[in-house]
């Protein structure tokens, strides 16, 4: 069933705080402050743990390339799709922390790929879309900025070492959905894809959880998380989401010994 999308909107702008307006000018006049940057989505870009090392998600990376007043809030987790973060209350959480100036960025698709599963299977130009809308319009009736970002790629070539395509029709969905509603697009799906096909067939296994004990073709290893972080970093700055001065290291070599992965929960 569709979600009405009229509903969400009077919702979420029901809960918008009533200083908020009256905040407006005092933060414009503050000056730089904190920002924080929101990650909504799956096992590509989540915290990993060290029951899980070495795959690493993007969205560990991420701070690497930021300055310190741009803290990254990693709600990003693994087998999530955008309908069931939205179910399990995962994106409440983040509404319930997010603030004005702050940024949203979601990623979705592998997991909504997955028809065979009702909680998580999304259709990609009407329930995938209308569940995105709940990130977009919740993000902004709090005064933060949604951020779209279309699905990275997944390692995989045909026999004459073509980079292919995996995620269907989502992130031409994806797409579709932010020129109609004016939210920043990062293009990492095209990105991703084109930097696999540049390593090639084999210098991309660099890139992936590839282990003596594991093929991986969907997650990442340190150098894997690293170079997606960069992709996301370059397309905040081409558009606009960021500036010069929001981001640091963008063109340095990152160490891979700078990922860490804390003990997993008990």
Do not use: C
């Amino acid at each position: 069933m569709s979600i009405s999308r009229r509903q969400v909107a009077s919702a979420a702008l029901a809960a918008v705080p009533l200083a908020l307006a009256a905040n407006g000018t005092a933060q414009a006049s503050a000056g730089r402050r904190q920002r924080t940057i929101y990650i909504a989505g799956d096992s590509t870009a989540a915290q990993k743990y060290a029951d899980a090392a070495p795959e690493t998600g993007w969205g560990m990376a991420l701070p690497f390339f930021l300055h310190k007043d741009r803290p990254v809030a990693n709600h990003a987790v693994n087998g999530r799709s955008s309908k069931s973060f939205v179910d399990e209350g995962r994106l409440d959480v983040i509404l319930g922390e997010i603030r004005p100036g702050d940024l949203l960025i979601v990623q979705f698709a592998h997991n909504d790929e997955k028809s065979a599963d009702p909680a998580r299977y999304t259709e990609p130009w009407t329930t995938y879309q209308d569940h995105l809308r709940l990130y977009v319009d919740g993000a902004r009736a709090r005064g933060a900025r949604p951020v779209l970002a279309t699905a990275v790629e997944r390692r995989r070539f045909d026999a004459q070492g073509n980079a292919l395509p995996s995620h269907g029709d989502y992130p031409a969905a994806m797409r579709a959905l932010a020129e109609e509603e004016g939210v920043a697009l990062l293009d990492v799906q095209a990105l991703s894809l084109a930097l696999w096909q540049e390593l090639g067939v084999e210098e991309t296994k660099k890139y992936f959880n590839w282990t003596a004990t594991e093929q991986d073709n969907t997650h990442f290893n340190p150098p894997g998380a690293i170079a997606v972080a960069r992709l996301v970093v370059r397309e905040l700055m081409r558009t606009r989401v960021l500036g010069p001065r929001d981001v640091r290291r963008v063109e340095d070599e990152i160490p891979e010994s700078w990922i860490t992965w804390p003990p997993a929960a008990a």
